[in-house]
């Protein structure tokens, strides 16, 4: 019995810990849910002048083609990734959908790929396989910083404008919802630009000093709007996984308190009714001598 109530109290305490650790990662949730929807609609309505940007400019060149460089599309030989994982784990399968689906695609590259590794678990992980990251960013901050992923871009830009690397590609986890988190990869450069559909709606914008010139600007803005609003759709789906793993292990502890708490009782319940039994025979002994 003693045995029982020992793990009974190891279990409480484990409850106390992670409810509040669920109650940490609901209210990082909150803030991080809030940054992340807020930011689609610029995202969004980004593509959506950029995509015009292109398509006047392209109408402006005799062969139809852009040569601004973050465009360039040329035979993928050696592509990088971009993985972005967590610095701590207990946040469920966050971490390993991302490094499940990391290890596929170098398994596919093989020796032609390189990684930077966003989060001490996805680099970790690369540690384990004998592989050498590109670049590591590691204890980033709940509040992602914009002046990150500018750095981050600044590095994916050089990179690929040098030529090292052909293709660069975001593996994280986009958060649609409090209880689901889709594992992605998004390719960021070169920068797709879109074909037909944005011809017609090219005469909207009134480009000054010119269309190319515009482009230069926004085509590496893109780029850190793309890494930041990755960042921020996998902080929010971490802090999203790690408040539903918590809350599972709340839950898993209550009931295992509730079995041993009747495991206990039925115990206490069988020495209450042997020491009944010794009593009534010793006085029934008695009353026989």
Do not use: C, W
Request: proline share 3%.
């Amino acid at each position: 019995m003693r045995d029982i109530k020992r793990r009974i109290s190891s279990f409480k305490n484990m409850k106390q810990i992670t409810k509040a650790m669920e109650m940490v990662a609901a209210a990082k949730l909150r803030r991080a849910q809030r940054q992340a929807v807020e930011g689609r609609p610029f995202a969004k309505k980004l593509e959506e002048v950029l995509v015009r940007l292109v398509e006047s400019a392209r109408s402006k060149e005799s062969e139809g083609a852009l040569l601004h460089p973050l465009l360039e599309e040329r035979e993928v030989k050696r592509a990088l990734y971009v993985a972005i994982t967590a610095d701590r784990g207990l946040a469920g399968g966050y971490n390993a959908n991302i490094i499940r689906r990391l290890g596929a695609l170098l398994n596919e590259r093989g020796a032609e790929a390189g990684v930077i590794a966003i989060g001490r678990r996805g680099r970790d992980y690369l540690r384990k396989r004998g592989i050498v990251p590109v670049a590591e960013y590691v204890q980033l901050p709940d509040e992602v910083d914009y002046q990150v992923a500018k750095e981050i871009a600044g590095r994916l830009m050089q990179l690929f404008t040098s030529g090292e690397y052909d293709a660069i590609y975001l593996v994280y986890t986009q958060f649609v919802s409090a209880i689901t988190q889709r594992p992605v990869v998004e390719q960021v450069l070169p920068i797709r630009a879109p074909e037909g559909g944005g011809a017609a709606e090219a005469g909207e914008y009134l480009y000054e000093p010119s269309a190319d010139a515009v482009l230069g600007i926004l085509l590496p803005r893109y780029v850190e709007t793309e890494v930041y609003r990755a960042l921020i759709e996998a902080k929010a789906s971490e802090f999203a996984a790690r408040m539903t793993a918590m809350r599972n292990a709340t839950d898993n502890a209550q009931e295992l308190i509730e079995s041993l708490t009747l495991s206990f009782n039925r115990a206490r319940q069988a020495s209450i009714t042997k020491e009944i039994s010794e009593i009534v025979g010793g006085a029934e002994a008695l009353a026989a001598d």
